[in-house]
C-alpha cells in the first residue's frame, strides 16, 4: 500500500480524499494556491506545497509544479479528485513515466474517453445507444447552422472536451445557433483548452441517469447501481439522488451492462461514471442514450457510497495499488435511499448570480464522520440503521473566502433514510438548520425544490427548474399555518427581547412581564398575538407551541405538530424569519402603538433599466455595442465571464446607447456600470 498521497485540487473534494488517505494510514500532502494557503485542505494534511497565484491556470492546472510537489515530498501517488487535471490523459501518463501512482483510470482510456466526439463513436461500436447527431469537427458558425437544421432543433451544441455542464448551449432556433456557437467554443478553449464543438439532437422531457463503475487491474468491472441528476440549472447538477425514483431493475440491469461493456472497451479501471439521457416517456428499458464516460470520481459520488456502503476514495486508492475489488456484480446491494443538495454561492433571488465574499458565518447541521458509514467492504458500520442521518462534506470554514477564481460550490450535503420520503424530510430539516451568511446562496431554493410536490412525486426532467421557475426563484410559498406559527415566533422574540432590555430576573425569555400584545405584519398579513404565561394566541386562537429561544440567539426551535427550525436575525421594526425554503420579513409593533405606524413609508427603489450594470464580479469577455448604437429589448449587449461560466447580459427596453463605461477586457465589479442608455 502506498505510503504517502498528494492530492492536486482543493476545497471539498481535497478535505473528502484525506480523510479516506488518514484513515487507511496514508500520510497526505495538499498543493495550493495563493488564495487557498489558509484553507482547511492545507490545515488538514501532514505537509503542503505553494503551486502559484490564485488562477488555476497559474496553479492548480500547472502539472509540472504539482509532479515536482510530489517529488520533493516523497508522495508515491497523486489523487487529482475532480475538475482540474483529473481527466487530463497528459497528465496522467505524466504521473506514470514520472513514476508515481495516479489514484485513476490509465491514460489511454482517459483520452479515449475524454474526447466526447471519438468517445461516441467507441460507444456505438461497443453496443452502447447513442444520440443522434453530428460528430465531425464543425468549421464555424454557419456550418453549426447547417448542422442543426439537418439534425432538427432543438439541438445541444457540447465542446468536445467539456463537462461539469460548461461549453454546453442549448438552441432551439438559427439564431440560438449563431448566438451560442462561438460561446461554446470560447467556454471549451478556456476551460479545457478544447474548442472543438460538436452537435446532436436534444431529448425533450430528458432524465439524466447516470451509472457508476468501479474496476480494477485485474479484469473485474462491477457497476454500482445508478444515480438520477436530472435537477439541473444551466446542465449544472443541483440535485443528485440514488437510486433514481424512475429506474426499473429491468433497465437498471441494462444501463450497468452497457456501461460495463464500455468500459471494458476501452481497458478501464478505478471509479468512472457512464452518463445517460433517458426519455422519460419509455419505461421499456431500452430508451437510454449515452452522452458521455467521466473519467474520474464524480461530485455526486456520496450518495451512491451511501446507499453501497462502498467508500469509492478507498477503492480508487486501492485498485490504484494494484489490489483486486474482492466482490462481484451479485454482491452489490441497494440499500435505502440518498439524496445530495450542493450548496452553492449564488444567489436565487437575484437569477442564481454568483456570489463570493467572506464566510462571517458558516454553521452546516452536524454531520456524521463519511469514514464512519462507509468501506470497501459491502458489510458496514451503520449501513443497515433504518435512523435518518446526515453528512456534510465541504472545504470551507467560518471566515474563510469564497474566491471568483473557482467553482463556487460551497458544501454538499447528504442525507440518508431507509425510503425517499425519509431521505427528502431529512433534507428539508438539515437545510433549515445550516447556518450561512455572507456570500449569496441557494438553501433556500434547495429547501424548496424538495418541498415541490413535482420532486416528491418522483416527476422529474432537465427541465424542472426552467418550468417549475420560468420567472426566478422567489421563495417557496408559505401556508397559513406557517405564517401563523412564524407570527407568534416573531412575537415571542420582541417579548424576550423586550424583557431582556427590562432585565428581569436575568431569565431571558422564559419570565414575563403580565400579557404582551403585539401586531405582527407578515405576509401582507397583520395578526393580534399575546404572548403570556400561559402560551401564546393568534387572532384569539391559542397555538400549541413549545419555543426555544434566547434573545442574541441566530435559531430558534419550535415545536408544534412539526419541528421547525428558524433562523431568525433582527430587521426594521421586527425579525427577518427563514424557514422552510424562504425569508419572512416580520414587522413587530406593541399593540398600542400599532394605529398610529400608517404612516411609516416605504422606500421605492429607483429605475436602473437604463443602465447595463454587472450583475457579479467578472470578466467583461465581449461588449457587442458603443455609444450612438440603437438596442433592441432583449438584445445581446455584453459577454461577461464569472466562476467558469459566460453570462450573456442583454438590453432591459429599447433605447439608444449614451455612453459606455466598460471595455471588453475589464474585471469588473458587482453593480459596476457597463453602459448607459439614452
Same mark, same amino acid.
Given at each position: 500500500?502506498?505510503?504517502?498521497?498528494? @492530492?492536486?485540487?482543493? *476545497?471539498? %473534494?481535497?478535505?473528502? #480524499? $484525506?480523510?479516506? +488517505?488518514? &484513515?487507511? !494510514?496514508?500520510?497526505?500532502?495538499?498543493?495550493?494556491?495563493?488564495?487557498?494557503?489558509?484553507?482547511?485542505?492545507?490545515?488538514?494534511?501532514?505537509?503542503?506545497?505553494?503551486?502559484?497565484?490564485?488562477?488555476?491556470?497559474?496553479?492548480?492546472?500547472?502539472?509540472?509544479?504539482?509532479?515536482?510537489?510530489?517529488?520533493?515530498?516523497?508522495?508515491?501517488?497523486?489523487?487529482?479528485?475532480?475538475?482540474?487535471?483529473?481527466?487530463?490523459?497528459?497528465?496522467?501518463?505524466?504521473?506514470?513515466?514520472?513514476?508515481?501512482?495516479?489514484?485513476?483510470?490509465?491514460?489511454?482510456?482517459?483520452?479515449?474517453?475524454?474526447?466526447?466526439?471519438?468517445?461516441?463513436?467507441?460507444?456505438?461500436?461497443?453496443?452502447?445507444?447513442?444520440?443522434?447527431?453530428?460528430?465531425?469537427?464543425?468549421?464555424?458558425?454557419?456550418?453549426? @447552422?447547417?448542422?442543426? *437544421?439537418? %439534425?432538427?432543433?432543438? #439541438? $445541444?451544441?457540447? +465542446?468536445? &472536451?467539456? !463537462?461539469?455542464?460548461?461549453?454546453?448551449?442549448?438552441?432551439?432556433?438559427?439564431?440560438?445557433?449563431?448566438?451560442?456557437?462561438?460561446?461554446?467554443?470560447?467556454?471549451?478553449?478556456?476551460?479545457?483548452?478544447?474548442?472543438?464543438?460538436?452537435?446532436?439532437?436534444?431529448?425533450?422531457?430528458?432524465?439524466?441517469?447516470?451509472?457508476?463503475?468501479?474496476?480494477?487491474?485485474?479484469?473485474?468491472?462491477?457497476?454500482?447501481?445508478?444515480?438520477?441528476?436530472?435537477?439541473?440549472?444551466?446542465?449544472?447538477?443541483?440535485?443528485?439522488?440514488?437510486?433514481?425514483?424512475?429506474?426499473?431493475?429491468?433497465?437498471?440491469?441494462?444501463?450497468?451492462?452497457?456501461?460495463?461493456?464500455?468500459?471494458?472497451?476501452?481497458?478501464?479501471?478505478?471509479?468512472?461514471?457512464?452518463?445517460?439521457?433517458?426519455?422519460?416517456?419509455?419505461?421499456?428499458?431500452? *430508451?437510454?442514450?449515452?452522452?458521455?464516460?467521466?473519467?474520474?470520481?464524480?461530485?455526486?459520488?456520496?450518495?451512491?457510497?451511501?446507499?453501497?456502503?462502498?467508500?469509492?476514495?478507498?477503492?480508487?486508492?486501492?485498485?490504484?495499488?494494484?489490489?483486486?475489488?474482492?466482490?462481484?456484480?451479485?454482491?452489490?446491494?441497494?440499500?435505502?435511499?440518498?439524496?445530495?443538495?450542493?450548496?452553492?454561492?449564488?444567489?436565487?433571488?437575484?437569477?442564481?448570480?454568483?456570489?463570493?465574499?467572506?464566510?462571517?458565518?458558516?454553521?452546516?447541521?452536524?454531520?456524521?464522520?463519511?469514514?464512519?458509514?462507509?468501506?470497501?467492504?459491502?458489510?458496514?458500520?451503520?449501513?443497515?440503521?433504518?435512523?435518518?442521518?446526515?453528512?456534510?462534506?465541504?472545504?470551507?470554514?467560518?471566515?474563510?473566502?469564497?474566491?471568483?477564481?473557482?467553482?463556487?460550490?460551497?458544501?454538499?450535503?447528504?442525507?440518508?433514510?431507509?425510503?425517499?420520503?425519509?431521505?427528502?424530510?431529512?433534507?428539508?430539516?438539515?437545510?433549515?438548520?445550516?447556518?450561512?451568511?455572507?456570500?449569496?446562496?441557494?438553501?433556500?431554493?434547495?429547501?424548496?425544490?424538495?418541498?415541490?410536490?413535482?420532486?416528491?412525486?418522483?416527476?422529474?426532467?432537465?427541465?424542472?427548474?426552467?418550468?417549475?421557475?420560468?420567472?426566478?426563484?422567489?421563495?417557496?410559498?408559505?401556508?397559513?399555518?406557517?405564517?401563523?406559527?412564524?407570527?407568534?415566533?416573531?412575537?415571542?422574540?420582541?417579548?424576550?427581547?423586550?424583557?431582556?432590555?427590562?432585565?428581569?430576573?436575568?431569565?431571558?425569555?422564559?419570565?414575563?412581564?403580565?400579557?404582551?400584545?403585539?401586531?405582527?405584519?407578515?405576509?401582507?398579513?397583520?395578526?393580534?398575538?399575546?404572548?403570556?404565561?400561559?402560551?401564546?394566541?393568534?387572532?384569539?386562537?391559542?397555538?400549541?407551541?413549545?419555543?426555544?429561544?434566547?434573545?442574541?440567539?441566530?435559531?430558534?426551535?419550535?415545536?408544534?405538530?412539526?419541528?421547525?427550525?428558524?433562523?431568525?436575525?433582527?430587521?426594521?421594526?421586527?425579525?427577518?424569519?427563514?424557514?422552510?425554503?424562504?425569508?419572512?420579513?416580520?414587522?413587530?409593533?406593541?399593540?398600542?402603538?400599532?394605529?398610529?405606524?400608517?404612516?411609516?413609508?416605504?422606500?421605492?427603489?429607483?429605475?436602473?433599466?437604463?443602465?447595463?450594470?454587472?450583475?457579479?464580479?467578472?470578466?467583461?469577455?465581449?461588449?457587442?455595442?458603443?455609444?450612438?448604437?440603437?438596442?433592441?429589448?432583449?438584445?445581446?449587449?455584453?459577454?461577461?465571464?464569472?466562476?467558469?461560466?459566460?453570462?450573456?447580459?442583454?438590453?432591459?427596453?429599447?433605447?439608444?446607447?449614451?455612453?459606455?463605461?466598460?471595455?471588453?477586457?475589464?474585471?469588473?465589479?458587482?453593480?459596476?456600470?457597463?453602459?448607459?442608455?439614452?
Amino acid at each position: 500500500m502506498f505510503k504517502k498521497i498528494l @492530492v492536486a485540487n482543493r *476545497g471539498e %473534494i481535497a478535505c473528502r #480524499v $484525506m480523510r479516506t +488517505a488518514k &484513515a487507511m !494510514g496514508i500520510k497526505t500532502v495538499a498543493v495550493y494556491s495563493d488564495a487557498d494557503v489558509r484553507s482547511p485542505h492545507v490545515l488538514m494534511a501532514d505537509e503542503s506545497v505553494r503551486l502559484g497565484p490564485a488562477p488555476a491556470a497559474e496553479s492548480y492546472l500547472k502539472a509540472e509544479l504539482i509532479l515536482l510537489a510530489a517529488k520533493e515530498t516523497g508522495a508515491d501517488c497523486i489523487h487529482p479528485g475532480y475538475g482540474f487535471l483529473s481527466e487530463r490523459e497528459s497528465f496522467a501518463r505524466a504521473c506514470a513515466e514520472a513514476g508515481i501512482a495516479f489514484v485513476g483510470p490509465p491514460p489511454a482510456a482517459i483520452a479515449a474517453m475524454g474526447d466526447k466526439i471519438e468517445s461516441k463513436k467507441l460507444a456505438k461500436a461497443a453496443g452502447v445507444n447513442v444520440v443522434p447527431g453530428y460528430l465531425g469537427e464543425i468549421a464555424d458558425t454557419d456550418e453549426a @447552422v447547417r448542422i442543426a *437544421g439537418d %439534425i432538427g432543433y432543438p #439541438v $445541444m451544441m457540447k +465542446a468536445s &472536451a467539456g !463537462g461539469g455542464g460548461k461549453g454546453m448551449r442549448l438552441a432551439y432556433s438559427e439564431q440560438d445557433v449563431r448566438e451560442g456557437f462561438e460561446a461554446t467554443k470560447r467556454e471549451g478553449l478556456a476551460s479545457f483548452g478544447d474548442d472543438r464543438v460538436f452537435i446532436e439532437k436534444f431529448i425533450e422531457s430528458p432524465r439524466h441517469i447516470e451509472i457508476q463503475l468501479i474496476g480494477d487491474q485485474h479484469g473485474n468491472i462491477v457497476y454500482l447501481n445508478e444515480r438520477e441528476c436530472s435537477i439541473q440549472r444551466r446542465h449544472q447538477k443541483v440535485v443528485e439522488e440514488a437510486p433514481s425514483p424512475f429506474v426499473t431493475p429491468k433497465m437498471r440491469k441494462a444501463m450497468g451492462e452497457q456501461a460495463v461493456a464500455l468500459a471494458r472497451a476501452v481497458g478501464y479501471y478505478s471509479a468512472g461514471t457512464v452518463e445517460l439521457i433517458v426519455s422519460g416517456a419509455d419505461t421499456s428499458g431500452e *430508451g437510454f442514450y449515452f452522452l458521455e464516460m467521466n473519467t474520474r470520481l464524480q461530485v455526486e459520488h456520496p450518495v451512491t457510497e451511501e446507499i453501497t456502503g462502498l467508500d469509492l476514495v478507498e477503492l480508487m486508492i486501492r485498485v490504484a495499488a494494484g489490489e483486486p475489488l474482492g466482490f462481484a456484480q451479485d454482491d452489490v446491494k441497494l440499500n435505502g435511499w440518498a439524496i445530495e443538495n450542493r450548496v452553492y454561492a449564488e444567489d436565487p433571488y437575484r437569477g442564481f448570480l454568483p456570489s463570493i465574499g467572506r464566510l462571517v458565518r458558516y454553521n452546516p447541521p452536524l454531520p456524521f464522520a463519511p469514514s464512519e458509514g462507509a468501506s470497501t467492504s459491502l458489510s458496514t458500520n451503520g449501513v443497515d440503521s433504518a435512523e435518518p442521518r446526515v453528512r456534510v462534506d465541504d472545504g470551507v470554514r467560518e471566515g474563510g473566502e469564497v474566491s471568483m477564481f473557482y467553482d463556487p460550490m460551497i458544501a454538499k450535503l447528504i442525507t440518508w433514510a431507509p425510503t425517499r420520503e425519509g431521505a427528502v424530510a431529512a433534507q428539508i430539516a438539515a437545510l433549515d438548520a445550516f447556518e450561512l451568511e455572507g456570500p449569496g446562496n441557494n438553501i433556500d431554493f434547495l429547501s424548496a425544490i424538495m418541498q415541490h410536490p413535482r420532486f416528491q412525486s418522483g416527476a422529474l426532467t432537465t427541465g424542472f427548474i426552467a418550468e417549475e421557475y420560468p420567472d426566478g426563484f422567489h421563495g417557496a410559498p408559505a401556508d397559513v399555518a406557517l405564517l401563523t406559527t412564524l407570527a407568534a415566533v416573531a412575537a415571542f422574540a420582541a417579548t424576550a427581547e423586550a424583557d431582556r432590555a427590562r432585565r428581569i430576573d436575568g431569565q431571558l425569555g422564559r419570565r414575563l412581564r403580565p400579557p404582551a400584545d403585539w401586531v405582527v405584519t407578515i405576509g401582507g398579513t397583520d395578526h393580534d398575538v399575546r404572548v403570556s404565561t400561559d402560551g401564546i394566541s393568534v387572532d384569539g386562537v391559542e397555538l400549541d407551541l413549545s419555543l426555544e429561544y434566547t434573545p442574541g440567539d441566530r435559531m430558534v426551535m419550535v415545536e408544534g405538530d412539526e419541528h421547525l427550525t428558524i433562523r431568525i436575525a433582527k430587521a426594521r421594526a421586527g425579525f427577518r424569519l427563514t424557514t422552510r425554503g424562504a425569508s419572512h420579513v416580520a414587522r413587530v409593533l406593541p399593540a398600542r402603538v400599532a394605529p398610529y405606524a400608517a404612516h411609516l413609508i416605504e422606500k421605492v427603489a429607483p429605475d436602473l433599466s437604463k443602465f447595463l450594470i454587472c450583475p457579479m464580479p467578472g470578466l467583461l469577455v465581449r461588449l457587442d455595442v458603443a455609444a450612438g448604437d440603437r438596442v433592441e429589448a432583449g438584445q445581446a449587449l455584453a459577454v461577461v465571464e464569472a466562476m467558469k461560466m459566460e453570462n450573456i447580459l442583454r438590453a432591459e427596453k429599447t433605447g439608444v446607447v449614451k455612453s459606455v463605461s466598460a471595455a471588453a477586457g475589464d474585471s469588473l465589479a458587482v453593480d459596476q456600470v457597463i453602459l448607459e442608455l439614452e
